[in-house]
């Protein structure tokens, strides 16, 4: 997540039309995917996909996210998830996660709920839904708490100056779901506009950490 500056977000009840998301945000250079189980039988869908990751795409690290609950997310670590994403914070999901020593991310709203999150041994807040809070409200956390590492979500798109607002604030890195992977994309099946697209804003974020 620090490496790279950016996390994909994505879900699909379609498994093949998932590989090929994988693969097209793979050929870009990412190395992060969260998958967002919001689906019914999401957890069929992540355990084939995660499989393919591990088979086809190597270095890729594949997470959960939308997780309300704990067992949910140990349901998804026995299929391999290597990070785990909350909505809200959760202490349920802290536990079993710290548990297996796996990297999980809650959303946060405000700096008790960080503090809170930080306590029970969070390493990167997620800041959701990050249109509501802003740029400036990371840059006012990072403060009095430099050490803090936040990663918004909703509300980040590839667009230069909102990205620079972003990374200009302190943010470690960005959560990015339709902005990046639309439904234009999915429906036509653009999987070379995505790999592009991918790839420029990667190149994008390392260029305004400069």
């Known amino acids: 997540m620090k490496e790279t500056g950016m996390v994909p977000l994505f879900y699909h009840p379609d498994i093949e039309l998932g590989k090929e998301v994988l693969m097209a945000c793979y050929d ?3 190395r992060l995917m969260e998958f967002t189980a919001r689906g019914d039988f999401a957890f069929e869908v992540f355990l084939e996909l995660n499989k393919y990751a591990v088979k086809e795409l190597p270095g890729m690290i594949m997470g959960v996210g939308s997780i309300t609950d704990a067992a949910a997310a140990s349901l998804f670590m026995q299929m391999g998830a290597n990070f785990i994403v909350t909505p809200s914070l959760r202490e349920d999901i802290a ?3 710290n548990r297996r020593k796996v990297l999980w ?3 946060c709203g405000s700096l008790t709920e960080i503090n809170r999150a930080e306590e029970l041994g969070c390493e990167i807040i997620k800041l959701f839904p990050g249109s509501t809070y802003g740029p400036e409200f990371v840059k006012a956390i990072k403060g009095p708490q430099p050490w803090t590492s936040v990663m918004p979500t909703g509300g980040v798109s590839t667009d230069e100056a909102n990205l620079k607002g972003w ?8 959560g990015m779901g339709s902005q990046l992977i639309s439904n234009e994309v999915l429906t036509n099946k653009n999987f070379e506009g995505l790999t592009k697209s ?3 804003t990667l190149a994008l974020i390392k260029s ?3």
């Open 28 to 30: 870009g250079g990412a």
């Open 95 to 97: 536990i079993v996660c």
């Open 105 to 107: 991310s809650p959303g």
């Open 167 to 174: 990374f200009d604030a302190g943010v470690t890195c960005v």
């Open 198 to 200: 991918v790839r420029d």
């Open 208 to 210: 305004l950490r400069k």
